[in-house]
């Protein structure tokens, strides 16, 4: 069973760029969500993806905005970018397990913006 | 969303038992406990989930106080792989996120 994959691992951009990054879910999973994760910080939620369809999304501006296909893999892409987008953009598809959905995590794309 | 206390920092020596102590006193009635820990370098890994009974699987199991106030996670002999930082999440039953804290820094001493 593959596991979730995120690509790039690390991108350097500078102020003002866009970004585009990608996450393949774990086989059967039909949600996506996005986590950031600013250094020495816990993820903080960002928006999941259902079926193609945003269902929830975090505090963040319009600028994030996301994408989810129909074999489920996902997009988030970053406009505008500002020096406190550099962070760790976590993936994590889900299954449901007794009851609650169990999130399963990418390793993560280290985004630094200069 | 209701709010887990944990220690910042805990540590202990390998083949031990790891107990890590969660308080989340205004927990829900529809409320999940979820645990996930984060290795450096890596993305947080589901460990063990429970909403009233306590629960085991191969990675650890997790005690629930009667009231559920409190939870423990607990590591039946450490590993070095098991250092990490673990976080006690909860998650109502339809809630799409998970709210990560600041959790607990576990160190594994040789």
């Known amino acids: 069973e593959t596991g979730v994959t995120q690509s790039p691992t690390h991108l350097i951009k500078t102020r003002g760029q866009q970004v585009t990054l990608r996450c393949s879910s774990q086989?059967?999973?039909?949600?996506v969500s996005w986590y950031q994760q600013a250094l020495g910080q816990g993820p903080q939620f960002i928006f999941q993806?259902?079926?193609?369809?945003?269902?929830g999304r975090g505090n963040f501006p319009p600028r994030f905005s996301g994408l989810q296909f129909p074999n489920y893999s996902s997009e988030l892409n970053v406009n505008a970018l500002e020096l406190d987008d550099s962070a760790l953009y976590l993936c994590?598809?889900?299954?449901?397990?007794?009851?609650?959905?169990?999130?399963?995590f990418g390793p993560g794309t280290r985004l630094t913006v200069l | 969303d209701a709010k887990t206390t944990q220690p910042n920092s805990m540590e202990s020596n390998e083949e031990e038992p790891v107990h890590l102590p969660c308080n989340h006193s205004?927990?829900?009635?529809?409320?999940?406990i979820h645990w996930y820990r984060q290795l450096p370098s890596q993305g947080p890994e589901y460990v063990i989930h429970?909403?009233?009974s306590n629960v085991n699987n191969r990675m650890a199991s997790l005690a629930i106080a009667e009231d559920r106030k409190s939870s423990t996670l607990i590591l039946h002999r450490a590993t070095l792989r098991d250092a990490a930082v673990y976080y006690c999440?909860?998650?109502?039953?339809?809630?799409?996120?998970?709210?990560f804290g600041q959790g607990t820094r576990l160190t594994i001493n040789p």
């Open positions: 994590a598809s889900s299954a449901r397990l007794g009851g609650t959905d169990t999130q399963y």
């Open positions: 086989s059967g999973h039909n949600t």
């Open positions: 993806y259902y079926r193609e369809e945003e269902n």
């Open positions: 205004t927990i829900s009635g529809t409320d999940y």
């Open positions: 429970g909403l009233t």
């Open positions: 999440i909860l998650r109502d039953v339809r809630a799409q996120k998970l709210v």
